[in-house]
């Protein structure tokens, strides 16, 4: 998300780190106790991986030089040493439903990152915070973010989802069903239900499983070939191809709900129908990071 935006800032001097944080959770996360999230494990070796790829320059913590802006995906943690800094925040994909943990984190003041992505944006520690859609503008004025503050620009990774029907994926009219990682993020998940929800659905149609990248992929697998035996199963992959060429999709509430919304799928998950399809992602054909970054232009 952040390369996107930074690739239309050429005349500027851009620098990158993967997510990082201070006090507990950095020992937490040098220990490996936080490598089911953005902190550690996958998703860190992901980031670290795709700044290779892309030759970028790289300065972890933020701790090499003096920045005048800052654009992040998260906000569940803000570093101390870029709190001082103009931040524009940028949605990163779906939230975690507002439950009980949610209630209990936002009304006791406990630390953001207990809530999951259920608390993002209620750091308000920037100046501007680009979403996806105006329902999802909504979802966060009712959160409790300053409307001032928000800004319906689109996300990179979402507005422009029609350039996945033109693909070579093998297989057509299925019914897809994509995983998450709630166990490993410590979240109460019934895995055997989600399957038999995704049958339900099929009606005896071909089934296919896309594992989230996050999880136990072992023990995922094992359960899918005990419960839906017929089933086809991909543990790697893109899996936008997939919900480009499937009949409808089934999941929790990941963010390749807004990738299905997008493209007009017929989606079963935890949201109600009505809220799922307010969430719906603005398609501008790729702009959203060109709208990004002439934001981050007004705050230099």
């Given at each position: 998300?952040?390369?996107?935006?930074?690739?239309?800032?050429?005349?500027?001097?851009?620098?990158?780190?993967?997510?990082?944080?201070?006090?507990?959770?950095?020992?937490?996360?040098?220990?490996?106790?936080?490598?089911?999230?953005?902190?550690?494990?996958?998703?860190?070796?992901?980031?670290?991986?795709?700044?290779?790829?892309?030759?970028?320059?790289?300065?972890?913590?933020?701790?090499?030089?003096?920045?005048?802006?800052?654009?992040?995906?998260?906000?569940?943690?803000?570093?101390?040493?870029?709190?001082?800094?103009?931040m524009i925040l940028v949605?990163?994909?779906?939230?975690?439903?507002?439950?009980?943990?949610?209630?209990?984190?936002?009304?006791?003041?406990?630390?953001?990152?207990?809530?999951?992505?259920?608390?993002?944006?209620?750091?308000?520690?920037?100046?501007?915070?680009?979403?996806?859609?105006?329902?999802?503008?909504?979802?966060?004025?009712?959160?409790g973010v300053d409307p001032?503050?928000?800004?319906?620009?689109?996300?990179?990774?979402?507005?422009?989802?029609?350039?996945?029907?033109?693909?070579?994926?093998?297989?057509?009219?299925?019914?897809?069903?994509?995983?998450?990682?709630?166990?490993?993020?410590?979240?109460?998940?019934?895995?055997?239900?989600?399957?038999?929800?995704?049958?339900?659905?099929?009606?005896?149609?071909?089934?296919?499983?896309?594992?989230?990248?996050?999880?136990?992929?072992?023990?995922?697998?094992?359960?899918?070939?005990?419960?839906?035996?017929?089933?086809?199963?991909?543990?790697?992959?893109?899996?936008?191809?997939?919900?480009?060429?499937?009949?409808?999709?089934?999941?929790?509430y990941s963010s390749v709900?807004?990738?299905?919304?997008?493209?007009?799928?017929?989606?079963?998950?935890?949201?109600?129908?009505?809220?799922?399809?307010?969430?719906?992602?603005?398609?501008?054909?790729?702009?959203?990071?060109?709208?990004?970054?002439?934001?981050?232009?007004?705050?230099?």
């Open positions: 998300m952040g390369y996107r935006v930074a690739a239309e800032l050429t005349d500027l001097e851009c620098w990158y780190t993967p997510f990082y944080a201070d006090g507990l959770l950095r020992i937490a996360a040098e220990r490996g106790w936080a490598d089911f999230s953005i902190l550690g494990g996958v998703p860190r070796a992901m980031t670290e991986a795709f700044y290779t790829e892309k030759k970028v320059p790289v300065d972890y913590r933020a701790e090499r030089n003096r920045y005048d802006l800052v654009v992040m995906c998260a906000d569940l943690v803000v570093p101390r040493n870029i709190r001082n800094i103009p949605q990163e994909g779906m939230m975690t439903p507002e439950n009980w943990v949610y209630q209990l984190v936002k009304h006791l003041h406990l630390p953001r990152f207990l809530g999951n992505t259920s608390m993002t944006g209620l750091s308000h520690a920037y100046e501007k915070f680009c979403v996806a859609s105006d329902g999802f503008r909504d979802m966060f004025i009712r959160k001032e503050k928000l800004v319906v620009t689109g996300v990179p990774n979402f507005d422009d989802v029609d350039k996945y029907r033109a693909n070579d994926f093998p297989y057509h009219g299925y019914i897809l069903g994509a995983t998450s990682y709630l166990r490993e993020s410590f979240q109460y998940e019934n895995r055997a239900a989600f399957i038999r929800k995704v049958l339900t659905v099929a009606d005896g149609r071909l089934v296919i499983f896309k594992l989230h990248p996050n999880e136990n992929h072992a023990r995922a697998v094992r359960e899918i070939k005990r419960h839906a035996p017929q089933a086809i199963i991909y543990t790697t992959g893109d899996i936008n191809p997939m919900i480009a060429n499937c009949a409808a999709m089934v999941t929790k709900l807004m990738v299905a919304l997008a493209l007009g799928k017929p989606v079963y998950s935890d949201l109600e129908p009505a809220v799922a399809s307010q969430l719906r992602p603005v398609q501008n054909g790729g702009t959203s990071a060109q709208r990004i970054a002439d934001i981050c232009r007004s705050y230099l």
